[in-house]
């Protein structure tokens, strides 16, 4: 999947800008990917909860997205 000047390979698990890669860790890539995948579309934090820790999971889900995006924002060089 391309946006921008990125493309994400979600076989390969891989991030990159151009040709060089950009790791990014787990949650992070399954953000972006959740993202990508619909383009436009809302994806809300429920979903990404689901995504990220599933319904069973007792984590300070607020304050882990926060950190996540924050994390994924600065690897995409958006302020």
């Known amino acids: 999947l391309s946006f921008g000047d ?3 390979d979600l076989r390969a698990g891989q991030l990159c800008k151009g ?3 950009i790791r990014l860790p ?3 890539f399954t ?3 959740a993202l990508v ?3 436009g579309a809302l994806v809300t ?4 909860r689901e995504l990220l820790w599933g319904h069973d999971a ?3 889900f607020d304050a882990g997205l926060n950190f996540s ?3 994924l924002r600065l690897a995409l060089g958006d302020n």
């Open 6 to 8: 990125f493309t994400l």
């Open 19 to 21: 040709s060089a890669p």
């Open 26 to 28: 787990p949650q992070q």
């Open 31 to 33: 953000i972006l990917a």
């Open 37 to 39: 995948r619909t383009p």
């Open 45 to 48: 934090r429920d979903e990404l």
């Open 58 to 60: 007792y984590v300070d």
């Open 69 to 71: 995006i924050r994390q």
